[in-house]
């Protein structure tokens, strides 16, 4: 992206005028970044982007739905947490848990479920939609406030795995924080998605990129400093992080693109979703 130019603003009178520049837009790059700058810059960027992204994405999102992604698999039907007659009176931990959606979800079934966001404005739309029954916790996925063997399951949809510079180190936190024969499960975005333009038309079904080149997207602004990260994992890599965090690989779950899913959402589409997959679901059991 290239930033805007200077705008001079008209005006009737023989004044001078003062200009002001009009902020810059985020240079996007691709480029390293670790752990503590990507933090800094996602923990920045929802606190920006929350009211846009809630009112962009509630409604699909919904207030009594667990949804995986953009191609909308449903936790109810899914059950990749379990049963859902089981999940009464479990301790559950959602990560990157935005509006804790997933979570009123959750306590709706009877189990005990705490919202975690690195985001204080994602959690602030959580107590404005209402978040009965749902404890929340403002904190970063790879220093997580709670002692050992808080939880019985724990789950994140599309939340802090894509944004951080150590998965391993939030994996391993979260398997301290299970139980024995915990389950964690996880969404991220397909990692084959990397070698493809983010388009939803025609023009994202050409690869444009290495899928083997790990260097993180970041969006910087004039100064250099990182205001957005994300990083990209190849499929191999992320079982390979699985397992050196401590836990057990169960299934990988590849979402099909559903008929009723008429909506766009980023780089998903139908038109995409009907030939690539766009989600990744990992089901992790720490034994």
Same mark, same amino acid.
Not at 72 to 90: T, V
């Given at each position: ?17 003062? %200009? ?13 970044? &670790? ?7 996602? !923990?920045?960027?929802?606190?920006? *982007?929350?009211?846009?992204? %809630? ?18 698999? @449903?936790? /109810? ?32 079934? &009877? ?9 204080? !404005? ?6 404005? /939609? ?9 904190? @970063? ?24 510079? =150590? #998965? ?7 398997? +301290? ?5 915990? +389950? ?6 397909? #990692? ?5 333009? =983010?388009? #939803? ?11 083997? =080149? +790990?260097?993180?997207?970041?969006? %910087? $602004?004039?100064?250099? +400093? ?10 191999? @890599? ?7 965090? &401590?836990? !057990?690989?169960? $299934? ?8 009723? *899913?008429? %909506? ?7 038109? !995409?979703?009907?030939?690539? #997959? ?8 720490? =034994?």
């Amino acid at each position: 992206m290239s930033p805007p130019g200077r705008v001079r603003r008209k005006s009737t009178t023989r004044e001078p005028i003062i %200009q002001e520049p009009e902020p810059l837009e985020p240079e996007a790059t691709r480029r390293e970044a &670790g752990v503590t700058e990507s933090s800094r810059a996602n !923990r920045g960027w929802w606190d920006r *982007n929350a009211d846009e992204y %809630q009112v962009e994405h509630g409604t699909f999102l919904g207030d009594d739905r667990f949804v995986w992604g953009p191609e909308g698999l @449903d936790e /109810i039907e899914a059950e990749l947490l379990g049963p859902m007659e089981e999940l009464k009176g479990k301790d559950v931990l959602e990560i990157g848990a935005g509006a804790a959606q997933c979570s009123r979800w959750l306590a709706a079934q &009877g189990a005990r479920p705490v919202a975690l966001d690195v985001s204080h !404005r994602q959690l602030q739309h959580a107590l404005r /939609i209402g978040a009965e029954g749902v404890r929340l916790v403002e904190a @970063d996925a790879g220093a997580l406030p709670f002692g050992d063997g808080s939880f019985d399951l724990a789950c994140s949809a599309y939340g802090a795995l894509p944004f951080v510079a =150590d #998965p391993v180190k939030v994996l391993r936190e979260v398997r +301290r924080v299970l139980r024995p024969g915990g +389950r964690f499960v996880f969404s991220v975005t397909h #990692p084959i998605r990397w070698a493809f333009p =983010d388009e #939803p038309g025609p023009e994202g079904l050409s690869v444009s990129a290495s899928y083997f =080149d +790990r260097t993180p997207y970041v969006e %910087q $602004d004039e100064a250099g +400093r990182a205001v957005y990260v994300e990083h990209h994992r190849t499929v191999g @890599d992320r079982v390979r992080d699985v397992v050196a965090g &401590g836990f !057990r690989l169960v $299934d990988l779950v590849e979402p099909e693109w559903p008929a009723w *899913n008429s %909506q766009e959402w980023g780089g998903w589409s139908p038109l !995409r979703g009907n030939l690539i #997959p766009g989600t990744a679901i990992f089901v992790c059991v720490r =034994d």
